[in-house]
């Protein structure tokens, strides 16, 4: 995908943290600014590298649909090493620098008309809540909204108050699982595919847009396969540890795919192909 003449894809820009908020134990939902004034300019399923002085760098997915008229921009990050437990520990106000967007997105236009079947692992949600909430924004466009999310535990279930909204539309249909339930738990228990078989499906007529970990793949994909769905119409975003994000230092390889610039996000039939490798 080229890049925008009036953007370098090279230069940092900075950016300020202007909110934080607390998803679970270890995830934290952060609205950041551009300090240009300007809009990120993403698309759903593309993802930024954020850096912090004299920490380090990380890819991130950015959350929040793509929204012009706004000058703030959403990443939930899951604290796991340096960087990310340094951006844990930041305040409002305080300074960050942003590369990209970078990457592919889903391709909005694809999946208008259609039903659109969201299925998301853990920490899959958040690139797929970008994707969610343009089409609820433009909801007229689009069919049924169906969305499968699986979480290893309660606790780690994230954005559970939108969620909760979510579930109480009469136009979106949400079900919810989780692997190991706790003593509150009163829904389904089992891993993601467990819930296919509880909703209704039109095969002919339902794009699939589906992140989480590689070894749920394997899993829906059959399910999806079972189903009939077109595997044109199914569209995954692949996670690999990322360098430099544009395509030069081949840390995100899977055989000769960039995953930073042909990914993350591919139609299934352009990498059924890699299957094994993924
Ligand atoms: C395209 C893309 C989008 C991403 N989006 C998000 C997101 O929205 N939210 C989020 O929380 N994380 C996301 N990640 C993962 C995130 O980039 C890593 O968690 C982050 O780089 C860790 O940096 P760190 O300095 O805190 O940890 P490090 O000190 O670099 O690593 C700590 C531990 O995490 C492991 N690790 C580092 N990166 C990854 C990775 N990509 N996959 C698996 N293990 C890893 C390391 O091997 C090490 O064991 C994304 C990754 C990619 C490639
Ligand atoms: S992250 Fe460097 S080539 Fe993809």
Not at 74 to 96: C, D, F, N, W, Y
Not at 230 to 247: A, Q, T
Request: with cysteine.
């Amino acid at each position: 995908m080229p890049f925008k003449k009036d953007f370098s894809p090279y230069v940092p820009r900075p950016a300020t943290l202007k909110e934080k908020k607390k998803l679970s134990e270890l995830v934290t939902l952060f609205t950041f600014e551009l300090d240009n004034g300007k809009a990120l300019a993403h698309r759903p399923g593309q993802f930024i590298q954020l850096s912090i002085f004299g920490v380090g760098e990380a890819p991130f997915s950015v959350s929040s649909p793509p929204d012009p008229s706004k000058q703030t921009f959403e990443l939930a990050v899951r604290k796991i090493g340096a960087v990310t437990q340094s951006l844990h520990a930041m305040a409002p106000g305080q300074k960050v620098a942003i590369r990209g967007p970078y990457g592919t997105s889903f391709p909005v236009l694809d999946f208008v008309g259609k039903d659109t079947l969201f299925v998301a692992g853990g920490l899959g949600y958040i690139p797929l809540r970008s994707l969610l909430h343009y089409q609820l924004r433009h909801r007229s466009e689009f069919g049924r909204i169906i969305v499968l999310v699986g979480c290893r535990n309660p606790q780690e279930r994230i954005f559970t108050d939108q969620i909760e909204e979510l579930t109480a539309r009469k136009d979106v249909e949400v079900l919810e699982t989780v692997d190991i339930p706790d003593a509150a738990w009163k829904g389904n228990v089992g891993v993601i595919t467990t819930l296919f078989p509880k909703i209704p499906i039109d095969p002919t007529n339902t794009s699939v847009a589906m992140v989480g970990p590689p070894i749920m793949y394997r899993f829906v994909l059959a399910e999806c396969r079972k189903l009939g769905i077109n595997p044109n119409n199914i569209f995954v975003s692949l996670e690999r540890k990322m360098k430099c994000g544009v395509g030069k230092c081949g840390h995100c390889m899977i055989n000769d795919l960039n995953t930073c610039m042909d990914g993350p996000v591919f139609r299934y039939t352009d990498i059924e192909a890699y299957q094994e490798a993924i």
